[in-house]
């Protein structure tokens, strides 16, 4: 599925720094999601937006900021983090949110994020 | 809270070995159960679903039955490849109702090692 993309798809930065990931979708989705992926955990919601409104911020810490300027477009502002962020983001989107037979989500490649 | 539970990994095969990655489940409500599949170096993609009871959801010779009474998706394929080897993961999500939205609740994956 080539439908969301998601850049860079590397990252390494330090703990001042300040940097976004960016994720689209090509597919005429009204919802999008950030989700995180640690090494032996599964994974874990970050946010949802849903017609560019966020609908669930799932106890994320206020040094990961999201924004969603237009329904194909998802960014995830990043300052100040720590070493333990190091992790795989992925994006993924949804025709919407309710959970109905049309809402199955899909994912992009994900951006491999290192903090050092 | 809803929940998702599968086998303990690594899963190492030979080529044409049978394949079966058990997944059960603890929800609220009446769940869509999904199975995503993650290559090496790549996001997770939509291998298959089901939506209610008694459906089996199948795709690239992989399948598996939405069973209510044991709340279990077990995932089965006849004939594993080397191209298969991936993480696997099961998930669910139940249809929102007022003002939740539907969440996708995932396991934490169990790693597919094929063999020639």
């Known amino acids: 599925e080539t439908g969301v993309t998601q850049t860079p798809r590397h990252l390494v930065m330090g703990m001042t720094n300040k940097k976004s990931l960016k994720c689209e979708q090509h597919?005429?989705?009204?919802?999008m999601y950030w989700y995180k992926q640690s090494a032996k955990k599964p994974l874990e919601l970050m946010f949802v937006?849903?017609?560019?409104?966020?609908?669930e911020n799932n106890s994320v810490p206020s040094r990961f900021s999201p924004e969603c300027p237009n329904s194909s477009h998802l960014f995830l502002h990043l300052h100040t983090l720590q070493p333990e962020d190091s992790a795989l983001y992925l994006c993924?989107?949804?025709?919407?949110?309710?959970?109905?037979?049309?809402?199955?989500?899909?994912f992009g490649p994900g951006t491999r994020l290192t903090v050092l | 809270g809803d929940s998702v539970t599968q086998m303990e990994g690594p899963v190492t095969l030979s080529e044409e070995a049978f394949l079966t990655i058990n997944c059960t489940y603890t929800a609220t409500g009446y769940p869509s159960l999904f199975w995503y599949v993650q290559y090496p170096g790549e996001g997770l993609q939509l291998l298959l679903k089901?939506?209610?009871?008694?459906d089996k959801g199948s795709n690239k010779g992989f399948e598996a039955t939405y069973r209510k009474e044991t709340t279990s998706f077990h995932l089965e394929k006849g004939s594993v490849q080397v191209s298969d080897s991936a993480v696997y993961f099961c998930a669910l999500r139940i249809s929102a109702g007022g003002t939740s939205y539907g969440k996708l609740t995932f396991g934490q994956g169990t790693i597919l090692t094929v063999h020639p």
């Open positions: 597919l005429g989705h009204n919802a």
């Open positions: 993924a989107s949804s025709r919407g949110t309710s959970g109905r037979q049309g809402d199955t989500q899909y």
């Open positions: 089901a939506t209610k009871a008694d």
């Open positions: 937006y849903s017609l560019e409104e966020r609908v």
